[in-house]
Nanobody, 117 residues
């Protein structure tokens, strides 16, 4: 079964941190570049971070220096460490293949991140 399952979201105060996790089935994960996306109501889903199978990373300007993406190829896991969170980071976060280089798999349910005092 082809699946993506995101977890780790929650409510956090501005300046706080969260670590998101994504469990992917092997057919989605290898050997593709993987990404974390986020979406807020009324806006398109945006790619915020991506990582190749070899570990090369890329970030959107809005999260550069605050977010860190990583992956465990043996466990088919992708992670997003989010530090110095801002209210504008509030969104539902999803993982999937990096759509610039590979077709998307079916989207998971996402994990909601709310940054608020």
């Amino acid at each position: 079964q082809v699946t993506l399952v995101e977890s780790g979201g929650g409510l956090v105060q501005p300046g706080g941190s969260l670590r998101l996790s994504c469990a992917a089935s092997g057919s989605i994960f290898n050997p593709y570049p993987m990404g974390w996306y986020r979406q807020v109501p009324g806006k398109q889903r945006e790619l915020v971070a991506s990582i190749t199978s070899g570990g090369r990373t890329n970030y959107a300007d809005s999260v550069q220096g605050r977010f860190t993406i990583s992956r465990d190829n043996a466990k088919y896991m992708v992670y997003l460490q989010m530090n110095s969170l801002k209210p504008e980071d509030t969104a539902v976060y999803y993982c999937n293949r990096d759509g610039r280089f590979a077709s998307w798999a079916s989207w998971g349910q996402g994990t909601r991140v709310t940054v608020s005092s």
